[in-house]
């Protein structure tokens, strides 16, 4: 008897990105990772993995998220506090460039928070912690 794994990585697209398969045959692993090619390279979100950054961070009460855009862009702000419920969520149209939003955390605890930023759809996360 034995277990068998199969598993895919998909990019935002749907194409499939990477593959694994895992077999244990009568105590006997084997494992393969194979790498496929992803659909077309230009249906790539240039907007992907924006550099965010919060100051200051730990914030006491007020901090900005700081973040550039290349084009025009519908951003979504969400902050999720550990336990994954949502205790901010505002919708923004921003212009390229330079861009801030401030973060009021008078109504937030201490502790540890995920700010998720939406950019056309594409999901940028940044950890941030309170600390009054």
Known sequence: GGTNGNWTVN???GASIAQMTI???EGSDDASFENTQAADPSSINEESNIAL???PNPIQSDAKLSFSLTKPSSVRLEILNILGETVLSNAYSLQPGNNN???NADKMTNGIYFAHISINGE???VKITVSK
């Open 11 to 13: 990019d935002h697209n």
């Open 23 to 25: 077999a244990d045959f």
């Open 53 to 55: 950054s919060v100051f």
């Open 101 to 103: 939003i401030d973060i």
């Open 123 to 125: 999901i940028n996360t």
